[in-house]
């Protein structure tokens, strides 16, 4: 300090304290107002420098079923018998590409999602065999439920033919990443019906999805600078405000990408948009929690 004299250093602490104690009665008395602003400020996806936009850009994130007798599918009398393996877990992250701010308070972009396979929290390998209903005979079986008598024999001899199952065999890795190939599925591809397409060449749950930056959609939501309370709430997905999967309500885009969103208080439902659902979802607050001190509503 400059001034040393003790009067003086009396003096600056007094007049610090008093600077102190009048900035915190305001920040008592504004702080509700200052939060909002701050928050609105730092929380909203304006543009690419706000706390928000670093917060959202990447966020971090995380089972199978064995089928133990499925030689008594056709025994009427007899339940299908599940055994639950698993977890196996694996580190999800998210990563924005070709983020975009529009002009119109918006936000568009895709997300790239990797994934990291964790063996420590993980009960099981990847090498693990399990059986499991065969998705491409059940969808089959579905979609040919109501056809003409002819195309379900058709589809039944080229079922036979194949030697496919109703029940189906593989390891972990080939159900969900790995994919594996299935005659039938290329049977739909030689076909090429336009009213049919499947995007893909081999089955997996999760098969051509690591890295891809596409495969979950073109995203377009508020980013908040004009109002907050739109902040993260989906306008578009590819391009259209519906996905045509779903009749009326349920085919809306509607909500948040369930990532991001102005916290209102008292919150009692929110809505999110899954892309891997082509819906929207309502969730219910369960209860009010504490975190750190904080108290979560
Ligand atoms: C699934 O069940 C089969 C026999 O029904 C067994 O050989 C196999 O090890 C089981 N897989 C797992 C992962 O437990
Ligand atoms: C069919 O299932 C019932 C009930 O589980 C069982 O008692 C019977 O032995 C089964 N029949 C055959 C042929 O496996
Ligand atoms: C992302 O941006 C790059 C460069 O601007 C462009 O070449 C690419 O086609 C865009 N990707 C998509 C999926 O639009
Ligand atoms: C905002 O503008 C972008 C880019 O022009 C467009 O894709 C999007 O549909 C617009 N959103 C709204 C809600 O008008
Ligand atoms: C996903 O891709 C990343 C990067 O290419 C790779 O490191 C990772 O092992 C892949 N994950 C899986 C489950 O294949
Ligand atoms: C599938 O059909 C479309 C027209 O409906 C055609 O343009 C395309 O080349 C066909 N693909 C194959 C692999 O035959
Ligand atoms: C969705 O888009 C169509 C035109 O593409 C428009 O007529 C309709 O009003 C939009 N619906 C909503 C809820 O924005």
New binding site residues.
């Given amino acids: 300090m400059v001034c040393c004299t003790a009067r003086c250093q009396k003096w600056t602490t007094f007049s610090l304290s008093g600077v102190f104690v009048v900035l915190g009665i305001l920040t008592i008395c504004f702080w509700d107002s200052l939060f909002h602003n701050i928050f609105v400020h730092e929380m909203s996806l304006a543009n690419s420098r706000t706390k928000g936009y670093e917060m959202w850009k990447e966020t971090p994130n995380s089972i199978f079923f064995n089928w133990t007798n499925p030689e008594q599918v056709h025994n009427a009398s007899a339940k299908p018998k599940f055994v639950e393996c698993g977890p196996y877990t694996y580190y999800e992250h998210h990563i924005r590409e070709n983020v975009?701010f529009?002009?119109?308070?918006?936000v568009?972009f895709f997300t790239k999602k990797l994934w990291k396979f964790l063996p420590e929290r993980s009960v099981g390998s990847l090498k693990d065999k399990i059986t499991t209903l065969n998705p491409i005979v059940a969808t089959v079986g579905q979609l040919v439920r109501y056809k003409h008598y002819i195309v379900r024999r058709g589809v039944n001899f080229f079922i036979e033919e194949k030697k496919e199952q109703l029940a189906i065999t593989k390891t972990i890795a080939e159900f969900i990443f790995d994919g594996y190939e299935d005659p039938l599925l290329d049977l739909v591809h030689k076909l090429n019906i336009s009213s049919f397409k499947v995007p893909y060449s081999k089955f997996g749950w999760f098969a051509d999805r690591n890295g891809s930056v596409t495969y979950d959609g073109a995203f377009?939501m508020?980013n908040g600078a004009d109002d907050i309370e739109k902040l993260g709430i989906m306008?578009?997905w590819n391009?259209q405000?519906r996905t045509q999967y779903y009749r009326d309500g349920c085919g809306n885009i509607d909500g948040t990408t369930g990532e991001l969103w102005y916290p209102p208080r008292g919150i009692e439902t929110i809505k999110l948009f899954s892309s891997d659902l082509c819906s929207s979802i309502e969730l219910e607050k369960s209860s009010d929690y504490m975190l750190h001190g904080l108290e979560g509503k």
């Avoid at 529009?102 to 918006?106: K, P």
Wanted: hydrophobic share 0%; net charge neutral; proline share 0%.
């Fill in positions: 975009t529009n002009s119109n308070n918006t568009s377009n508020y306008t578009t391009y405000n």
